[in-house]
């Protein structure tokens, strides 16, 4: 069956540090890998999306890796603010055309 | 300009009764879909609608729950007989052309509480 994974454990770095999450896969051959921000009683907030010929993507503090091969992706916050504290989901194309979305990883960046 | 909107933000129920969740898209985006997220979860999809095309309903979970959009803009989720598993926060999303690399803005979502 399909899954995404994503790290269900809170991460929780010093401000100033590169956070890292990740994003693993199984049984997709996504040609578009999307990530999102969600803050707690909101809805989540498109941040990037990267294509499957796309090795990596950057916008601003955030970059985004995307290995077809490992079936995994990796997102990246350089330089991490209290402010980027939130659940951070990736969301793939499924079989059906949709998107479906990993159970996310909440980041906590500490002062 | 306005992004999505939903309403109530918060619905308190007692099981076995029904009850209707409003979507209000961004102006001019064809494309409408409904997730639940219960606690701790992931987004899971519930309905698709693009345009005048048949909706994808294959996300909704049992014959309890039907979704119409109106006019090609507001929609409503309804959930009839509630079920205590049923407690969730429904989110709505639009999105422009509703293509699989088009972003979807989300709405703040309804938190369902059955009871």
Redesign the interface.
Known sequence: SQKIEQNSEALNIQEGKTATLTCNYTNYSPAYLQWYRQDPGRGPVFLLLIRENEKEKRKERLKVTFDTTLKQSLFHITASQPADSATYLCALLNAGNMLTFGGGTRLMVKP | GAG?SQSPSNKVTEKGKDVELRCDPISGHTALYW?RQSL????E?LI?FQGNSAP?K??LPSDRFSAERTGGSVSTLTIQRTQQEDSAVY?C?SSSRGG??D???????TRLTVL
């Open positions: 999505v997730y701790g979860q992931g987004l999809f698709y994808d294959s996300g989110l999303a699989y690399s972003t979807q803005y989300f709405g703040p979502g």
